[in-house]
């Protein structure tokens, strides 16, 4: 019988002839022992040479009967090649499972529903009970929610509340792709994610979505992962092993007190201290990242956007390699939210209370009356009274109602986005900018008009009264406009609505903006500085939403800063509160007096290109040259690297005086100055500064986050400033409420 096979259809009694070669038994066993379809087709022949039946061959493995004597007679008829999978015409032979399940999470940009199964199945060209099959094994129900979703590695990995950490993927070789990725649970006491400014949500999202388009092909449109070529005697050469235990402590450093999950695939490293988890070898690196991206992004997607802000580009991966390490977890993702005040429950108090609620659901996203109540310490029939009336009022709107266990389904109210809109206006040294707000944090228009000087007080106020004009023109569908705000450069008195003659101003030496503007457009205006108004922005829409105390550092034609103290803005008596000149004061030179001047770098644009001009660099005239110089400094130009790190170090001093003084754990650094070709080199020296000099830094550690508010952050701030004055809960005194 050697070199041949005989096979008669065994009866459930053992003992029926089924003869292997040598060769073929020992290639089975081989198979046998992995996983995946293979290795149970020769589970089967191996039943049926040793005599087993179908049925209880079916019985032992889990599978039909009908599957185990289709097999068997595959076997008999082809021997080893009549195993391997033969797929439908225009379906492809092995199955990336990880692209497939990113593509069932991925909606499209514009909020339509995931593809149900069988569409998906006939995009990707996959059987629709092949991709059911492997939602199974993800642990992904029949709607698009990722709260069962499992990596079905070894053993498993649910995703849930994970976050991701850090990846490091080699190149495609002979022996196939090798990543780790490093996963983390939450620290205790993280809040749950803020949903409340749907806008910065959306926007978050539409940047995330941009980071998976930057991983490379689309999932639906990814190749299946090929075979790779048999190898030529002598001819492999085993990779370079990959750094994980540097990655390892670069994670540790950075995120400590987290507990970490290794997903590996290729040989699994030795990491003490962290779960292991050993991936299946068809796993596709890119196409898991695109899996725990989009897992994360259901979760909380602005964080997740900011985290991703120094994601690799598929052209800046050295040799096609990725490897990237999540920024520092932002205190609003880490500290406990800060106490809500508590609410009175006397009848004079009634608009204090509304606007208690009304911030209550703007922090939350999302709130029911109870727990409303909770949050606010109203009863629950001042809770019901206050909601009735905004209900009515249109200025929040109920949601579907959600299971709270028995009784009845919990709804959930929000704020209505269109139910009131506010316009900004940011006079700069170089520009007028003017947006449309709407009450959660989305831009619905804006405009701007380049300045040159010289510039006429009378001119620019009517030019800034036009742009505000035409961005409440744009306002959707004719919505209430609250109110107007203006952003201005210091010094300024702020109660009066007056500009004391600011830098680069010539002529300016006393002009009342306030007054002027509130003629022209006829309504009051609130009148704030520049980077008082971007604290403000940022504490209403962006990344401070949820900190108690925080300093905005404003980097545009000057420098700035804001501040949250206590849970409300710090402006100080005249709102010039924040002036960074003193703090950055250059050293007196003999023979000069004693009045301290501000270093020039306090002026970080026309600095940085005045510098750049004199290295000899061609910087092109206009608007361009700032974002030329940028893109420059971008792309590792060692001269343009230098100035802007000079310009970095002086203003990070200046933020080292500025969190000494308040002795604040949050620094957010925003304004025109801080575009992305610049943004990582003054987080680095920013951060060093803050950590490094101020006395007190043995006992705290303060985070540096870049703004989610953009070039725009102070004409939406002072937007913001609207609503702030609007809704945010104050007595009489000016003050919050105290328990």
């Not at 299946?224 to 370079?240: D, I, K, L, N, V």
């Not at 002009?511 to 008082?532: I, M, N, R, W, Y």
């Not at 400094?633 to 990070?652: F, N």
Request: hydrophobic share 45%; aromatic share 4%.
């Amino acid at each position: 019988m050697s070199g041949q096979r005989t096979y008669t259809t065994p009866g459930r009694a053992a003992g029926a002839a089924f003869a292997l070669t040598p060769a073929d038994r020992t290639r089975l066993r081989g198979w046998a022992r992995g996983s995946g379809a293979r290795a149970l087709r020769a589970q089967i022949v191996l039943d049926a040479a040793a005599g087993t039946g179908v049925v209880d061959s079916a019985r032992r493995l889990g599978v039909s009967r009908p599957t185990v004597t289709t097999w068997r007679r595959r076997y008999a008829a082809e021997g080893l090649a009549g195993l391997e999978h033969r797929p439908r015409s225009g379906r492809p032979s092995r199955v990336d499972e990880a692209a497939l399940v990113a593509r069932s999470l991925l909606p499209a940009p514009d909020g339509e529903a995931p593809l149900s199964v069988r569409a998906l199945a006939a995009r990707t060209g996959v059987s629709h009970t092949t991709l059911a099959a492997v939602r199974r094994r993800w642990g992904l129900g029949a709607g698009p929610g990722v709260a069962g979703l499992t990596v079905p590695a070894d053993p498993p990995c649910p995703l849930r509340d994970l976050d991701l950490l850090a990846v490091h993927a080699s190149p495609v070789h002979e022996g196939g792709e090798r990543a780790l990725f490093l996963l983390g649970a939450p620290l205790e006491g993280r809040p749950r994610p803020s949903r409340r400014a749907t806008a910065l949500v959306r926007d978050a999202t539409a940047y995330v979505y941009g980071a998976l388009d930057a991983l490379g092909t689309d999932p639906a449109e990814a190749p299946a992962p090929g075979r790779t070529a048999p190898e030529a005697p002598g001819s492999r050469q085993e990779p370079a092993p990959l750094p994980y235990r540097e990655l390892y402590e670069a994670v540790r450093a950075r995120h400590p007190g987290r507990t970490l999950h290794a997903l590996t695939l290729g040989p699994a490293p030795d990491l003490e201290g962290a779960e292991p988890h050993t991936l299946p070898a068809a796993t596709r690196a890119t196409s898991l990242l695109r899996v725990l991206l989009l897992a994360e992004l259901a979760r909380d997607p602005v964080a997740l956007a900011a985290a991703l802000a120094e994601l690799p580009a598929p052209g800046a991966r050295a040799e096609g390699s990725l490897r990237w390490i999540r920024p520092a977890a932002p205190p609003t993702a880490r500290s406990a939210p800060r106490p809500a005040p508590r609410a009175f429950n006397q009848l004079a108090l009634g608009s204090y209370n509304e606007k208690l609620v009304i911030e209550s659901i703007r922090e939350a996203g999302t709130l029911s009356r109870v727990e409303i109540a909770t949050s606010t310490g109203l009863t629950p029939q001042a809770v019901s009274r206050i909601t009735r009336n905004l209900l009515t009022s249109g200025l929040i709107v109920q949601d579907e109602g959600r299971s709270a266990g028995a009784g009845k389904p919990r709804i959930p109210l929000r704020l209505r986005p269109d139910a009131g809109y506010a316009v900004g206006v940011h006079l700069d040294p170089w520009m007028i900018t003017a947006v449309a707000v709407d009450l959660c944090g989305q831009v619905v228009a804006r405009r701007r008009m380049p300045l040159e000087a010289p510039r006429d007080p009378a001119w620019c106020l009517a030019e800034m009264a036009a742009l505000a004009r035409e961005a409440a023109a744009e306002v959707p569908d004719g919505g209430p406009v609250l109110g107007y705000g203006v952003a201005l450069p210091g010094p300024l008195d702020r109660r009066a609505g007056v500009l004391l003659d600011p830098p680069l101003f010539d002529g300016w030496e006393r002009v009342e903006v306030g007054a002027g503007l509130s003629a022209l457009l006829g309504s009051a205006v609130v009148v704030e500085k520049d980077a008082t108004a971007a604290a403000i922005g940022e504490r209403w829409l962006g990344a401070a939403e949820r900190a108690e105390d925080f300093v905005y550092l404003y980097l545009g034609a000057g420098a700035g800063s804001g501040a949250f103290l206590g849970g409300d803005v710090h402006r100080g008596a005249t709102g010039n509160a924040g002036e960074l000149g003193e703090l950055c004061a250059r050293p007196r030179t003999p023979g000069e007096d004693d009045v301290p001047r501000s270093a020039e770098e306090c002026a970080p644009i026309s600095t940085t290109l005045a510098r750049v001009r004199a290295a000899g660099l061609p910087v092109p005239p206009g608007e361009d040259a700032y974002p030329w110089v940028c893109a420059r400094a971008a792309e590792g130009d060692p001269v343009v690297c230098e100035v802007v790190d000079g310009v970095a170090r002086v203003l990070a001093r200046g933020a080292a005086g500025l969190v000494g003084l308040f002795d604040t754990e949050l620094l957010i650094v925003g304004g025109p100055a801080v575009l992305p070709g610049v943004r990582g080199r003054y987080l680095d020296l920013l951060t060093a500064a803050v950590n490094t000099f101020p006395l007190a830094h043995h006992v705290r550690t303060v985070h540096v986050a870049p703004s989610h508010l953009g070039e725009e952050a102070a004409a939406v701030g002072a937007a913001s400033s609207v609503f702030h004055a609007t809704f945010t809960p104050s007595l009489k005194t000016g003050r919050r409420a105290k328990n």
